[in-house]
């Protein structure tokens, strides 16, 4: 399977309620062969409006610090949520939701095919590794993913919210 072709499948899916709300379904972005994918939560309003993951403040913060790690959307990393549908008022996605949406995101991993995984905040790491994991306990962590390096951090929406946090993620 091709990216383009997983990208109509997401596209036209109706597998939660999420899809019959959404204006824009997110797919995600970034370079197909990217060494590094960055998974965060859910498309935010500017994001459904647009199409297009992190295009909001919180993609502003994330880009400035791409750029300050030598990286960038174009040629080094890939970007995608754990669901691909806003969820109304930016509530947190339900079980159902992400259920329906994490088979789609692991074939994204599979075909881009990075060395590294980046999750952004709780929601991520939590689906990615299961309740159990605490983004305030492994943040800055190496973790292994289906022998990839998979490293938590906080979402850049956090710092914008807690300014004090920054420090430790540019750290």
Not at 17 to 38: D, K, Y
Not at 97 to 124: F, H, N, R, V, W
Not at 131 to 157: C, D, E, S
Request: hydrophobic share 40%; with cysteine; proline share 6%.
């Amino acid at each position: 399977m091709l990216l383009e072709e997983l990208k109509k499948q997401v596209i036209n899916c109706k597998k939660c309620s999420l899809s019959e709300t959404v204006n824009n379904v997110v797919f995600g972005e970034g370079n197909r062969h990217a060494p590094i994918f960055i998974i965060a939560e859910a498309p935010g309003k500017d994001e459904d409006l647009q199409g297009r993951p992190f295009v909001g403040k919180s993609g502003q913060l994330l880009d400035k610090i791409l750029d300050a790690s030598g990286f960038n959307r174009t040629d080094h990393v890939y970007i995608s949520n754990i669901i691909k549908c806003r969820p109304p008022n930016n509530r947190t996605p339900f079980s159902d939701e992400t259920d329906s949406c994490m088979p789609y995101l692991l074939k994204q991993i599979e075909l881009i095919d990075p060395s590294i995984i980046i999750m952004l905040g709780a929601t991520a790491l939590k689906n990615m590794f299961g309740t159990h994991m605490k983004i305030t306990k492994v943040r800055g962590q190496w973790l292994t993913y289906n022998n990839r390096l998979a490293m938590p951090v906080f979402h850049p929406a956090a710092l914008l919210r807690n300014p004090a946090l920054k420090r430790e993620t540019w750290e």
